[in-house]
């Protein structure tokens, strides 16, 4: 615990006096301002679930956002693999085959496999859900989402 009587008053102190300190922190481990600010926000989310355990917050807070910064260059590695192994060789296909290619590869991860397991693929929901880990309420979203991303990329 942090000594202070009032516990909420004690994070806000912290808050105020490390948050540019831990962005600068995350932004030298990331190269990215916005991904800085998102890893150093959930950082603070977790320290304050944990304040009640939490002896000394500034080093708590420090290896949280290390943590986290750490947990997203493992996330874009993997991301980075699997467009790697996605790719396929493109000089047989139709220039429109090529542009939807494109597009579908700039899109978020779950909505590019949602999109490419049901119509590469040719997946159910379920068996999409079961290859992705989520819930088929989760793979009709990403759908929803890819598709109308795609439709309006194309059409312009």
């Known amino acids: ?4 009587a009032d516990p909420d008053q004690a994070f806000d102190d912290l808050f105020r006096h490390q948050y540019a300190a831990m962005v600068r922190l995350a932004h030298l481990m990331t190269r990215s301002n916005v991904a800085a600010e998102d890893l150093v926000q959930d950082a603070f989310v977790r320290v304050r679930s944990a304040w009640d355990r939490v002896e000394d917050p500034v080093p708590y807070l420090r290896r949280a956002v290390v943590n986290a910064c750490n947990s997203w260059h493992r996330k874009r590695a993997r991301e980075a693999a699997r467009d790697r192994a996605a790719a396929t060789p493109e000089a047989s296909l139709l220039p429109d ?17 949602a999109l490419v397991l049901r119509y590469y693929e040719d997946l159910s929901e379920a068996e999409i859900a079961a290859a992705m880990g989520c819930r088929p309420g989760t793979v009709k979203s990403h759908l929803h989402r890819g598709r109308a991303a795609v439709r309006r990329e194309i059409e312009g």
């Not at 085959?97 to 909505?111: F, M, S």
């Open 1 to 4: 615990m942090t000594g202070t």
């Open 97 to 113: 085959t090529v542009e939807v290619l494109d597009v579908i590869r700039r899109l978020p991860w779950g909505q590019r496999t």
